[in-house]
C-alpha cells in the first residue's frame, strides 16, 4: 500500500548480565579498549571517525539520553545511545514503546575495520553492568534492544551478550 512503511525488527530484553565475558577475537583484549560515557567534553569524538552523526548524538546529549564510545587508540571504534525512561507511564521512540523504568539501547554502530572481533558484544555487556552498577535500572529484564530481521550480525551480537528475544 502507498504511504505506509511496515517495519521488521527483532525486541530483545537482557536475561541477565553474562559470567563469560570472552567475546573479544584476536588480536584485541579488554585492555585494547577504553570505555566512555559520552558528554559535552568528548562529544565531538565522534567526528573523526561518523562526522554526519555528530549533530544527531548532539541531539541525544541534550535530551539527557546517555551515550558509549568505544575507543582504540585514540579514536571512536564503536558507539550505542541508551533512553531511559524514568518520567513516563510508557513512551513511544521511533517504532518502539518503552515502559516506564525501562532502558532502551539504540543507535549501534561499529567502525567497519573493527567488526567481527566482539566489540559489539562487549559494549553492550559493559554498558548493562553500568546501568545496573548506578542504579540506573532495577532489573536486567528492564533493558531492551532491537534491531532488524536482516540485520544478522547485529542479532548474533544481541544474543552473545544474553539477550533474549521477546
Known sequence: MRGIEIRKFNVYRLRKLPEDK??????????????????????ENIISTRPEMYSEY???LEEGELGYYVYFENKVI?????????KHDKIKKKYIVIPKGFAWLHHFWTHPDFRGYGIYPSLLTHICEDLLSQNKISY????????????IASNRGILKANFEFG
Not at 564503536?78 to 524514568?86: D, E, K, T, Y
Open 22 to 43: 570472552k567475546f573479544l577475537k584476536s588480536p584485541f583484549n579488554e585492555r585494547s579498549f577504553i570505555y566512555r560515557v559520552v558528554d559535552k567534553s568528548n562529544l
Open 58 to 60: 548532539k541531539k541525544f
Open 78 to 86: 564503536a558507539c550505542g545511545w541508551v533512553f531511559l525512561n524514568l
Open 140 to 151: 536486567p529484564k528492564d533493558i531492551l534492544i532491537d534491531t532488524s530481521c536482516t540485520n
